[in-house]
Every structure is written in C-alpha cells, then in structure tokens.
C-alpha cells in the first residue's frame, strides 16, 4: 500500500517557469513532510520540510505548499533552472513510538527536466 | 566533515549469491538507516540502527539483514540473492538519532544481480 503518492512521474519546464510537484498522504499520523533532491550518481538530499503546524514555507526560489484539510503537500520551484533538473522526491515522517525513531515514507519520485 | 561513504559504489553479482554493503556515517552520528531503490518501487525503507541495535525494519524479506558496530558503521546482507534485488542501496545518517530532518544519504551503493 502506497502510502504518499506523487504526480506527475515526469515534469519538464521552461527556464524561468514555475515547477510544481503534488503529494497526496492517507496516514494522518505523519508529523513532517520533507522533499529531498538527488541528482544523477548521488544520494538524495534534503532541500525543504514542513511540519503541519504551517501552511507555507518558503527557502529561496522553494516553496512548500501543505493543505492538512486535504491531506496534500507540493513543491514550487520559482523561476526554474537548468540546474534544477534532478528527481524530487516528498516524503513523509511519523514518530513509530515502539522502535523510538522516525521512518521515512517516500513518494515514487518526479523526474525534473529544465529546458534553456 | 566528511559525508557519509558506502562502499563498494558498484557490485555484479549472480543469482544465489549472497552481497556485504558497508556504510560509514558522518563522524559523530549513531543512527544508520538503509534504503533501497528502484525505477518501480522507488525509495523503500529497509532497517534502521542505532547504538549496534535494529530499531526498525521495513516489509522487506529475512534475506535483507544488517548491523551496526560500535563504532557505528554499518553493514548490510543479502543472502540469496535474486534478480529483484538489483537497486541502489542507500544509506542515510542522522543525529540526533532518528530526526529525519538531519538524515544525510551516501552515494549509494549499486548491486545488478544477474
């Protein structure tokens, strides 16, 4: 069961345009919401989070959208560039009280494509 | 400091063989996590440890096992391997242990079973 679902599978955009990715989560229990980019031979990496307590957060040309109504969260990417082309990733966290940790859940990824 | 490194970066193995990833984590941190990822499945969670003990393991099958030494470096197995197995395999650090939002990845390690 596929429990943060991610859309589009493929995204390419303009330089200079706006890229947004959606995420969709059923468990409300999840406590934190962040988006990791990984490039192509590379691990990922944590770009932006957000915990439900807000509604926006924003980090230089990335912002975080979440809807905790509609169980929903997004990223924009402000004035994309070719830079910018990678996979993202979202994901969601809760607190698995048992083990003592958080585990990660994650979406099948958006393959991000810029064009000049 | 240095990131964390897994080793080796690439491995080909035959089906029915068993494979060691290793993982060493950003000095200082204690929690390793290990991921598998795949075009179909995605970033799927394998297990996590912290101080040489699993505290949370993923829907993967008793092939897939690991530990942690004392220094906190991390091992994986899989015993049996079987064409599905191929993926990048991911290790993340975090500190404090077990906040996601300081948990680093590797490079990744990546396995093609033929």
């Known amino acids: 069961q596929q429990q943060v679902k991610q859309s589009p599978q493929s995204l390419i955009v303009q330089k200079g345009g706006i890229s947004i990715i959606n995420c969709a989560y059923e468990n409300t229990a999840f406590d934190y919401f962040p988006w990791y980019q990984q490039f192509p031979g590379k691990g990922p990496a944590l770009l932006i989070a957000?915990?439900?307590?807000?509604s926006e957060k924003k980090e230089g040309r990335f912002t975080i959208s979440f809807n905790k109504s509609a169980k929903q969260f997004s990223l924009h990417i402000m004035d994309s560039q070719p830079g910018d082309s990678a996979t993202y990733f979202c994901?969601?966290?809760?607190?698995?009280?048992?083990?003592?940790?958080?585990?990660?859940?994650f979406g099948k990824g958006t393959k991000l494509s810029v064009i000049p | 400091k240095a990131g964390v490194t897994q080793t080796p970066r690439y491995l080909i193995k035959t089906r029915g063989q068993q494979v060691t990833l290793s993982c060493s984590p950003i000095s200082g941190h204690r929690s390793v996590s290990w991921y598998q990822q795949t075009p179909g499945q995605g970033l799927q969670f394998l297990f996590e440890y912290f101080s040489e003990t699993q505290r949370n393991k993923g829907n993967f099958p008793g092939r897939f096992s690991g530990r942690q030494f004392s220094n906190s470096r991390s091992e994986m197995n899989v015993s049996t391997l079987e064409l599905g197995d191929s993926a990048l395999y991911l290790c993340?650090?975090?500190?404090?242990?077990?906040?996601?939002?300081?948990?680093?990845f590797g490079p990744g390690t990546r396995l093609t079973v033929l």
């Open positions: 957000i915990r439900p307590d807000v």
């Open positions: 994901a969601a966290s809760m607190w698995t009280g048992g083990a003592g940790s958080y585990q990660l859940t």
């Open positions: 993340a650090s975090s500190s404090p242990p077990g906040y996601t939002d300081t948990q680093y």
